[in-house]
Nanobody, 115 residues
Framework: QVRLVESGGGLVQAGGSLKLTCSGS????????MGWYRQTPGKQRELVAT???????NYAESVKGRFIISRTTNWSAIFLQMNNLKPEDTAVYYC?????????WGQGTQVTVSP
């Protein structure tokens, strides 16, 4: 059974950087899609960035040019390098593993960007 554990969240000033890590275990498939989503109170969870087994990466318009998603070659971890952070990036960030119909979420890590 796939298990995901996020780390790397915290408090940073606007313009700063953070790097999130999602460590996966339990049989991660290279045929899956893994990615990062975020959620703020009262709002739906939204896509931040995803990466597939074939390599293509997908980013939300709001983070293009600032965030970079990457992964280890054996899919044991994915990362989200977040640069030039803005207060509107404040959210709980969740790691996601998807190989339909199977889907797993991590427990989330808080990112707070102060003005």
């Amino acid at each position: 059974q796939v298990r995901l554990v996020e780390s790397g969240g915290g408090l940073v000033q606007a313009g700063g950087s953070l790097k999130l890590t999602c460590s996966g275990s339990g049989g991660i498939s290279s045929l899956s899609t893994m990615g990062w989503y975020r959620q703020t109170p009262g709002k739906q969870r939204e896509l931040v960035a995803t990466v597939t087994g074939h390599g293509p990466k997908n980013y939300a318009e709001s983070v293009k040019g600032r965030f970079i998603i990457s992964r280890t070659t054996n899919w044991s971890a994915i990362f989200l390098q977040m640069n030039n952070l803005k207060p509107e990036d404040t959210a709980v960030y969740y790691c996601n593993y998807r190989r339909l119909p199977y889907e797993v979420w991590g427990q989330g890590t808080q990112v707070t960007v102060s003005p």
